[in-house]
């Protein structure tokens, strides 16, 4: 059971708009600032955004990122059949002093 | 470009014990920080460990003093001990650098290494 959590699964059809929640606490999320990652099977996790809404400059802008007091948010429009994998928020957790992922989130694109 | 390379895994009975490392290259290894993440079949990424560039170390709870991180910064190499392994430590491990900016992850990973605890 993570201290972060995530829908286990979202879908939408190709071309249209998903957002993935990533809900937390004042001793995460609240007070840290969230980073993203997408997994395809088999692979190692791929950095989408850090510091709640940067990307990485080989990440398109279909990709972003925003938090509202212990929640953060990833967004991706224009889905596409690959964009199908793991979705996974990550940040630092004062009390546990270590970091901590979601749950992680499965998207489908239908 | 920053590489990591993962090796160390394997299959290990109950009760055992294993060292996994990594070998970084590309990069100043002793400039930054570093973290390994495991992932059980099927299952999640889990933050597992961190050692700051200075040696300051981080554990998550569910280790219990069992693992224990470490670096060479002479051989930019890192390392993670593991004692008492149980089955639910069966997973892949990942080696990660730390990234730089505010938040907390990970710009390069490690192929990852797959850790089978099993008699």
């Known amino acids: 059971q993570s201290v972060l959590t995530q829908p286990p699964s979202v879908s939408a059809a190709p071309g249209q708009k998903v957002t993935i929640s990533c809900s937390g606490s004042?001793?995460?999320?609240?007070?840290?600032?969230v980073a993203w990652y997408q997994q395809l099977p088999g692979t190692a996790p791929k950095l989408l955004i850090y510091d709640n809404n940067h990307r990485p400059s080989e990440i398109p802008d279909r990709f972003s990122g925003s938090k509202s007091g212990t929640s953060a948010t990833l967004g991706i429009t224009g889905l596409q059949t690959g964009d199908e994998a793991d979705y996974y928020c990550?940040?630092?957790?004062?009390?546990?002093?270590?970091?901590?992922f979601g749950g992680g989130t499965k998207l489908t694109v239908l | 470009e920053a590489q990591l390379l993962e090796s160390g895994g394997g299959l290990v009975q109950p009760g055992g014990s294993l060292r996994l490392s990594c070998a970084a290259s590309g990069f100043s290894f002793s400039s930054y920080a570093m973290a390994w993440v495991r992932q059980a079949p099927g299952k999640g990424l889990e933050w597992v460990s961190a050692i700051s560039d200075r040696g300051d170390t981080y554990y998550a709870d569910f280790m219990k003093g069992r693992f224990t991180i470490s670096r060479d910064n002479s051989k930019n190499t890192l390392y993670l001990q593991m004692n008492s392994v149980r089955a639910e430590d069966t997973a892949v491990y990942y080696c990660a650098r730390d990234a730089p900016g505010a938040s907390h992850h990970f710009d390069y990973w490690g192929q990852g290494t797959l850790v089978t605890v099993s008699s």
């Open positions: 004042s001793s995460n999320i609240g007070n840290n600032n």
């Open positions: 990550i940040t630092w957790d004062a009390s546990l002093n270590g970091g901590v």
